[in-house]
């Protein structure tokens, strides 16, 4: 059964694959290249590193955060997509008679658009769903008795479709009790989306960023276009609406004519772009120390969690809500940071640490583990994102090949977020009464 099950799986996910093969330009990956817009993947594992925990090793405690699947792009997004079909549909007659690039020939059919916006997609749905199903063979002996999830329509449909793969079909009408949803408002303290709550986060610190970087990279673009393709004027809006038409016809229907109609160059300038907007929004280039602070609350939560005493911390956590939820957290354990900082001007660094193409693509998952070795061993601590482990460099003493420090080791390391918590002096000289 659970082979069989998995196979299936495995037959589903190779369809999409295949599917989006023609996008691959020579061996340029584009789906690798699309920020936190890219489909789910497993992060390739650092050299000298492993996922194996050694014989004699258990697991006992695992929290997960879990980013929603792929899913349609915003509506902010969506105007840019449907800014580019109108201009080419204006200029139909042009480019029916005009001779054309092989990577651009697609357009003398016409390109149309049917995105919806926000919602998750059918990729997305199949990526929580295998989730739910490797998580439930990687932790036998664990047994999760509830899921949180961000209250948003695309984070509730992620949660359910894990749960399905997870439980199995009966849970859900069975036990309603057991799926709980936390608020993603102004009024709700949450480790999920905590910006809510911070009255001086602003979007914009992320956004300017890539308007700084748009000016840069976008215009090269479009002049490029606008040789090759007579009759549309390509402004450098249409640009970034087929820049976005490749990511979201990707996470809609598996496959893009636009992927290939760019260079890896091009494509890996529009990354570092996605890469901007989140350090900006939710990491180390918002103003010191608002990423730290917002991604304490769920530093904080997991400490709470993995050295209670009191018998009360559940064995398994599964918890489900954004991108910028592992951003922020990753923010205040001071993983993935660059220096120098990243620059909205650019140059678009190929060194640089802050990757959302392999952090945070869609249905991406943080997974924290507390496990022991031999009896009466100390507890130890480890993270493993999207399938990879993460050194603990933070810690005193880090494990080499497994990432993982001493759980004590962990919370020492990690005061400042331990220690502070919402609403506290810190967090009200931050975000503002
Ligand atoms: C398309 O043509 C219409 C009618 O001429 C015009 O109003 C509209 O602005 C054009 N749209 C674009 C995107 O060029
Ligand atoms: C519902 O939850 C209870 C308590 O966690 C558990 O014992 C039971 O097996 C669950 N039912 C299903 C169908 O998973
Ligand atoms: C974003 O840019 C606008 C226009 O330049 C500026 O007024 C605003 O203060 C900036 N916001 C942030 C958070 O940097
Ligand atoms: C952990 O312990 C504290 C008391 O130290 C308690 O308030 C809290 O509710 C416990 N449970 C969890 C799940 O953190
Ligand atoms: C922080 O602000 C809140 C809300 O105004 C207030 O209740 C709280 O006392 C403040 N904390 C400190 C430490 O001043």
Redesign the pocket.
Known sequence: MMKLSLWLVSAALAAVASAAAPEARGSFDYAAHLGNLSPYRSAAVPSGMTTTLPDGCVVDQVMLAARHGSRYPLSSELTSITGLVQALGNATGAVAKARLPADLAFLKAGYTSTLGHDDLTAPGRLQLFQHGVEFALAYPHLRATGVLAGNQDRVLESAQWFAQGYFGRGWGAMNASAFATINEDHATVSWITPTGTCKKWDYNYGNNATIEWGSVYLPRIAKRLNKVVPGVGFTTDNVHGALYACAYDLAAHGVSPWCGAFTPAEIKDFEYELDLLMDGAFGYNLPTPMGAVLGGLYVQKLVERFTNETGTASPMYLEFGHDTTIDLALTALGLFADKPPLSASGPARASRKFRTSSQVPFAAKMVWERFACGAGGAPQIRLLLNDAPVPLAMCAKTDKRLGSCALADFVHANAASVEHGW???R??ATCG?
């Open positions: 609403g506290d002096a967090w009200n009464m």
